[in-house]
């Protein structure tokens, strides 16, 4: 995994290991988008990132999604697990029901710390244009796998396959992009398989989580 960081230079590409995690209004450089390409106009924060070591999180309050979220629980609850961190009795859990809403709780001082999908600030932006100065990254985590759109299996394989076609078809026009990214924070999709969702299954055996998660 990689992210973005702002220099002096302009916009660098890091390595998993220094990650600071994407700016408000840059594109992930896995999008297929030039680095730097703004997402919108106006004056909006460029986003604040650093790191911190993930033993400032004991004694916080935290702001996650849902238990059911990879993004929003699982894996962050796994990275505190494995930085020796009870994501129960060593923080205050606090279940906000959306990443934004996750993000909200921070920007508004009701949590110290939240947790979202990578950067869920950016939805954000519009109506809080200091939400990358308030609401600062500092640690990501291992790549999650992202929504998927599913069909029925009943659904015959010529029809599934004119569904996926029409979406990324769409996705691959100016406007098309720009109404996922900002419904989802998709910019571009590949057929899924089954093996892509094997780091889901191990973090919820990790987590005891016993529903079967397909």
């Known amino acids: 995994a990689t992210a973005l960081e702002n220099t002096a230079d302009g916009v660098a590409q890091v390595g998993a290991l220094d990650a ?17 390409e703004t997402v919108d106009d106006g004056d909006v924060s460029p986003g604040t990132s650093c790191m911190a070591d993930l033993s400032k999180v004991k004694g916080k309050r935290v702001a996650f999604t849902s238990e059911s979220s990879t993004s929003g629980y699982l894996f ?23 990443h934004d809403a996750a993000v909200v709780a921070v920007y508004n001082g009701d949590a110290d710390i939240g947790v979202s999908y990578d950067d869920a600030r950016r939805t954000l932006r519009k109506e809080k244009l200091d939400v990358g100065d308030k609401v600062i990254v500092f640690n990501i985590t291992s790549e999650v796998p992202n929504d998927v759109i599913a069909a029925s299996s009943l659904l015959p394989d010529s029809l599934q396959t004119a569904i996926y076609n029409s979406i990324a078809a769409f996705l691959d026009t100016e406007e098309g992009e720009a109404a996922w990214d900002e419904a989802y924070g998709w910019t571009s999709i590949r ?3 089954d093996s892509d969702f094997d780091v889901v299954r191990a973090a919820a055996e990790a987590l005891g989580i016993t529903e079967p998660l397909g």
């Open 20 to 36: 600071v995690a994407l700016q408000v209004g840059v594109y992930f450089g896995d999008a297929g988008k030039a680095l730097g």
């Open 76 to 98: 962050p609850a796994l990275q505190l697990i494995e930085a020796g961190i009870d994501p129960v009795n060593d923080i205050t859990p606090i279940f906000t029901g959306g």
């Open 191 to 193: 057929p899924a398989v």
